[in-house]
């Protein structure tokens, strides 16, 4: 079925305002990440509602709105499906846009296990599946976008087309990052080897995640207002929790498995867009070429690794002109 109307699962959100009995528990006061996610959904033009199903043995948080066809937003580290509400409206007046909390993030359950990404993109196969849909488009930034590739590479029946933003799959080129920071580079990515670090984390961030919010935010963004005070509380409680540290974490940890599952891979076959700011551009040009049979890069201008806050309109036409 490839229907764009509100599939079997988003039928159920609609009948139910957005909040199923189970998860009106978890969403109140924010316990899950801020000011309540249903509140926030409901902030937003388009209709987008929160909702949750259980799908792959793990219970998934998601943001729907719009109509058209399906297209799936991931969030990155270290941010929710909030990440992309200044671009959600625009998206929704063409497409039914769902936004999905990763394995570990924000709403979504945090298991022990389960964070590769292959594994992560089995997570959101179903999920589309539970919501009616056959083939869906997928998007992803950061770590969300390691997921996107992996749903296109592993379930390419079930992809129409992907974009990546500024962030490829993880591959070979991850063991040689460098532990001490180089002369003239333009990012030292420590938290790739803090996030590998088990246990220590949580006892060093928890209920303190403003700290590592803020340096991460003001560290690889171009314009720091970009992300607001308010966006910024929002993340920070999502991460202040031991089991959200933890989780998170995976993401970090399975990189090994990732690297390995991708030397068995073949070609994206689909439709594949990458989108990179000035720093990540000619490394894109580099990589994604090779990972699929056709691919386009662009590069989003006078940004930095939050390309979708610092940029909202050049990644949406960017998206729009690519999707259809």
Do not use: C
């Not at 959904?41 to 209709?47: H, K, N, T, V």
Request: glycine share 10%; aromatic share 10%; net charge negative.
């Amino acid at each position: 079925m490839n229907a764009p109307s509100l599939g079997a699962g988003a039928a159920v959100l609609a009948a139910t305002s957005g909040v199923t009995p189970a998860a009106a528990a978890d969403d109140r006061g924010g316990a899950r990440g801020g000011p309540a996610n249903a509140h926030l959904a409901r902030s937003l033009p388009g209709g987008f509602r929160s909702g949750f199903a259980t799908v792959n043995g793990i219970r998934l948080h998601y943001v729907a709105g719009g109509q058209g066809e399906p297209l799936i937003l991931l969030p990155g580290w270290p941010e929710t499906w909030w990440e992309y509400h200044t671009i959600m409206p625009t998206l929704a007046a063409r497409y039914r846009v769902i936004v999905v909390e990763l394995r570990g993030m924000g709403g979504s359950d945090k298991p022990q296990s389960g964070f590769d990404k292959k594994t992560m993109a089995s997570d959101i196969h179903e999920l589309a599946r539970t919501l009616g849909y056959d083939t869906v488009n997928i998007s992803g930034h950061d770590i969300g976008s390691m997921v996107a590739f992996s749903f296109a590479v592993n379930h390419p029946e079930a992809t129409r087309k992907v974009a990546l933003l500024d962030v490829t799959h993880p591959d070979q080129s991850y063991n040689q990052l460098r532990l001490l920071p180089q002369p003239g580079a333009p990012i030292y990515p420590w938290w790739f080897a803090f996030n590998q670090v088990r246990g220590l984390p949580e006892q060093l961030v928890s209920g303190r995640s403003r700290f590592l919010i803020d340096a991460i935010f003001d560290d690889l963004l171009v314009n720091k207002a970009a992300v607001s005070d308010g966006d910024r509380a929002i993340y920070a409680k999502a991460y202040s929790h031991p089991d959200a540290i933890r989780a998170s974490n995976g993401w970090f940890q399975a990189f090994g498995q990732d690297i390995a599952d991708l030397a068995s891979y073949g070609k994206v076959t689909v439709p594949m867009l990458g989108l990179a700011d000035p720093t990540f551009f000619p490394f894109f040009q580099q990589i994604l070429p090779a990972e699929g049979t056709d691919v386009s890069v662009a590069e989003v201008a006078n940004s930095g690794h939050f390309v979708v806050e610092e940029q909202p309109q050049a990644v949406t036409q960017a998206l729009t002109e690519f999707f259809g």
